[in-house]
């Protein structure tokens, strides 16, 4: 996939902690960039609203996204980076694998906060929104 962006869920809280609208940013990509997101990304978002209003807010503009799907061959993908991973000394928690091996399978870059990523092998990652 050419210009995949996965964005975190760390990207969206760090945005609405700073009382920025991360949609918003996000929309200013959609020229350049094909915005997609995943199931773990979703509930982790949208988890942490207080509101109900707020989240249902997040979830239509998710399901305006590219939505990467968990197969059974991403299943076994996680399974393999966390082997390694954890051979390494480097454990990671299952729902972060999962996001690593979503951006991996479509040869995204993951826009994150989260260091924990930058020890996965070839994932690509941004930490702040490309320009």
């Known amino acids: 996939m050419i210009n995949g962006l996965l964005v975190d869920s760390s990207f969206y809280i760090d ?3 700073q ?7 996000l929309a ?11 199931g773990v990304i979703m ?3 949208c988890r942490g609203f207080r509101e109900a209003k707020a989240r249902d ?9 590219i939505i990467l799907p968990t197969t059974p061959k991403l299943w076994q993908k996680v399974m393999e980076l ?3 991973m954890d051979r390494q000394g480097k454990p990671m928690q299952v729902t972060d694998l999962t996001i690593a091996a979503s951006a991996l399978a479509v040869n995204a870059c993951l826009l ?14 941004l930490t702040d929104l490309p320009q």
């Open 57 to 65: 807010r997040f979830h239509e503009a998710f399901s305006t996204m």
């Open 112 to 125: 994150t906060k989260d260091s924990d990523f930058s020890r996965v092998p070839g994932l690509q990652i």
């Open 43 to 45: 509930v982790e978002v």
């Open 82 to 84: 966390a082997w390694h």
């Open 28 to 38: 200013a990509l959609s020229e350049d960039w094909e915005i997609l997101t995943c």
């Open 15 to 17: 945005r609405l902690r």
């Open 19 to 25: 009382g920025r609208d991360p949609l918003h940013d």
